[in-house]
């Protein structure tokens, strides 16, 4: 049998995207053919789009919810792999938290902006989340890249690992009202989920600010060409002083 170890998850659901920059397109076919298990991997990581889309069937409000997740062409192949990357179980997962957002967001009481909904979508975390993501710097990095080129703006491993009080986990495209939405994810050292969120949209250049929201709490500022957000736990000085940090590093 071949050790099909060596083929990350990344590599085969680009191989499922038929990205030849991502993967050895030829290696895995033939693999795939001879190997069990590695079929049994790449079926495991093969996301039912329909199961996503079930979700929001018979929801018609009468003012359509802002989507979180990018619908665009260029976009989907990055959400198609931010869900690989994950087991068929942890799909459904997200197929459900998708749900639980959708109910939240078609409800009288639907947020106002973007910030608004991220704040929905991380308090759904928990310290488990993120407990089990593992990669190494080669695939952060191939995972930044794809998430910078879906931005429009570069963002270096460097100036996410080295966080101090945080520790960098992953990045993934969302997206609001059909525009691009990066998220990086951290965990802090005593395992709470943190996010750093940034939206390209032309506003004026803002001050850091600090608030409360969804019961976590939040900075948010503006460089003039992106917006950012970094939410998670309670600890207001920690966020305040990672915000302050990954607005002088200009990330």
Known sequence: ?????????????????????????????????????????????????????VVFDGISPTKAAPSLFVTDASSTKSFSRSFGVATAATALAACLVMGVLVGRFTANDRPANWMEYVAAYQALYTSDTLVAIERSDAELNIELARVSSVIGKPVALSDLKQAGDLTYRRAQILGFEGNALAQFAFVTNSGVPVALCILRNG?????????????????????????????????????HKMAKIFQDRAV
């Open 1 to 53: 049998m071949i050790d099909n170890r060596h083929y990350s998850d990344e590599q085969l659901t680009a191989w499922l995207d038929g990205e030849a920059e991502f993967a050895p397109i030829d290696d895995i076919t033939q693999a795939a053919k001879l190997d069990g298990a590695l079929a049994e991997r790449i079926e495991a990581l093969r996301v039912d789009r329909s199961a996503v889309a």
């Open 203 to 239: 506003e004026k250049p803002s001050k850091l600010t600090v608030e409360n929201m969804e019961g976590m709490e939040a900075a948010s500022w503006s460089s003039g060409e992106f917006q950012y957000l970094l939410i998670g736990g309670q600890d207001a000085g920690l966020v």
